[in-house]
């Protein structure tokens, strides 16, 4: 049998990148201190929403490991964690959540709108559902230009109620196409619990309606996403048709970074801090014979390390010109726009 450790230290990497991510960002929107210890000044950094995927690592870190540099993925609003796993720059995400020109969006798109095409990150999305049939559209180019690349998609628990979900499905279904449908299921559509206002047994059942094979998995133990997702993938890419893969997390934090979500009950969000995916996958490595709690502890202080160093550049970082507000825009010929 094949040691798990290596593999979990990569997954443990991935989502301690994530969590250090989140944790400067949310104190940059906030003003103060993060969690590392490194002052993001008394006044916000971060302008706007920023919605934050805190306690959800798992699920990006244990789907995106299977993913190569030419595979599309879409995301959500909530898509910081989708973004680094692909393998894009925190320095320039941390930027564009600034509003300073080298971001990945020039400053001008803010977290909900980071894309990286080099790495086949084909962008965040602050429409719900709306990454569904752009992903759909991916993945049938790719089938049309006979790559062997395919699309992951991910999505949360409230966007299978609205209307792109069920056409997504049903057009890979019929085409076959080369995507991976990915509900992060973390329990809350923004500030209303999913379970009351979501009819039947959810994503995986509504897949199968369709006929797409679904897996429920536990989304907070990243060795099980993992070994799923690689499954799914593997078919997939042996043109299988399209899977979907039902991820149970949590969303520790309120929907968005100033949102003390108040409206949750305290014992629910106890007993989900007690699951914490990356405490867990610790506690499993150590846990396996010949590991040591130094392989880990490197992997938190290069993850604060790099985001410091991030934040730093980011605060420092020049402006947009008043010029590029003129710049990716449509214009109609009129002249309008000066």
């Given at each position: 049998?094949?040691?798990?450790?290596?593999?979990?230290?990569?997954?443990?990497?991935?989502?301690?990148?994530?969590?250090?991510?989140?944790?400067?960002?949310?104190?940059?929107?906030?003003?103060?201190?993060?969690?590392?210890?490194?002052?993001?000044?008394?006044?916000?950094?971060?302008?706007?929403?920023?919605?934050?995927?805190?306690?959800?690592?798992?699920?990006?870190?244990?789907?995106?490991?299977?993913?190569?540099?030419d595979d599309y993925l879409t995301s959500t609003h909530r898509g910081h964690g989708?973004?680094?796993?692909?393998?894009?720059?925190?320095?320039?995400?941390?930027?564009?959540?600034?509003?300073?020109?080298?971001?990945?969006?020039?400053?001008?798109?803010?977290?909900?709108?980071?894309?990286?095409?080099?790495?086949?990150?084909?962008?965040?999305?602050?429409?719900?559902?709306?990454?569904?049939?752009?992903?759909?559209?991916?993945?049938?180019?790719?089938?049309?230009?006979?790559?062997?690349?395919?699309?992951?998609?991910?999505?949360?628990?409230?966007?299978?109620?609205?209307?792109?979900?069920?056409?997504?499905?049903?057009?890979?279904?019929?085409?076959?196409?080369?995507?991976?449908?990915?509900?992060?299921?973390?329990?809350?559509?923004?500030?209303?619990?999913?379970?009351?206002?979501?009819?039947?047994?959810?994503?995986?059942?509504?897949?199968?309606?369709?006929?797409?094979?679904?897996?429920?998995?536990?989304?907070?133990?990243?060795?099980?996403?993992?070994?799923?997702?690689?499954?799914?993938?593997?078919?997939?890419?042996?043109?299988?048709?399209?899977?979907?893969?039902?991820?149970?997390?949590?969303?520790?934090?309120?929907?968005?970074?100033?949102?003390?979500?108040?409206?949750?009950?305290?014992?629910?969000?106890?007993?989900?801090?007690?699951?914490?995916?990356?405490?867990?996958?610790?506690?499993?490595?150590?846990?396996?014979?010949?590991?040591?709690?130094?392989?880990?502890?490197?992997?938190?202080?290069?993850?604060?390390?790099?985001?410091?160093?991030?934040?730093?550049?980011?605060?420092?970082?020049?402006?947009?010109?008043?010029?590029?507000?003129?710049?990716?825009?449509?214009?109609?010929?009129?002249?309008?726009?000066?």
């Amino acid at each position: 049998m094949e040691d798990p450790a290596p593999a979990l230290a990569a997954l443990y990497r991935t989502m301690v990148r994530i969590r250090a991510f989140e944790n400067a960002a949310e104190a940059a929107s906030q003003g103060g201190v993060s969690a590392f210890g490194t002052t993001a000044g008394t006044a916000a950094k971060v302008r706007g929403p920023l919605h934050l995927s805190t306690g959800q690592e798992a699920v990006a870190a244990g789907v995106c490991a299977h993913l190569r540099r030419d595979d599309y993925l879409t995301s959500t609003h909530r898509g910081h964690g989708h973004t680094l796993a692909k393998g894009a720059d925190p320095l320039r995400m941390m930027c564009e959540l600034f509003g300073k020109a080298p971001g990945y969006n020039g400053g001008k798109g803010g977290s909900m709108h980071i894309a990286d095409f080099s790495v086949g990150m084909l962008g965040a999305n602050g429409v719900v559902a709306a990454g569904l049939p752009i992903a759909v559209g991916a993945a049938h180019a790719q089938k049309l230009q006979g790559r062997e690349a395919i699309t992951a998609c991910f999505f949360g628990d409230g966007a299978i109620n609205r209307g792109p979900f069920l056409e997504a499905l049903n057009w890979a279904q019929v085409y076959r196409l080369p995507v991976l449908f990915v509900c992060e299921d973390n329990r809350w559509s923004a500030t209303t619990a999913s379970g009351p206002v979501t009819a039947g047994d959810g994503a995986a059942a509504r897949a199968g309606s369709v006929g797409i094979e679904a897996v429920q998995v536990d989304g907070n133990d990243v060795l099980a996403v993992h070994e799923e997702a690689g499954r799914l993938v593997r078919e997939v890419r042996g043109g299988d048709g399209p899977r979907l893969l039902h991820a149970l997390t949590y969303r520790i934090k309120g929907h968005v970074s100033v949102d003390p979500a108040a409206y949750r009950d305290p014992a629910e969000v106890q007993a989900a801090l007690e699951r914490d995916p990356i405490v867990s996958a610790r506690r499993r490595y150590l846990a396996l014979a010949g590991t040591h709690a130094a392989t880990l502890d490197a992997c938190d202080r290069e993850a604060a390390q790099e985001v410091a160093a991030a934040l730093a550049a980011a605060d420092a970082a020049p402006w947009p010109q008043p010029a590029a507000a003129y710049q990716d825009v449509q214009d109609t010929g009129a002249g309008q726009w000066r």
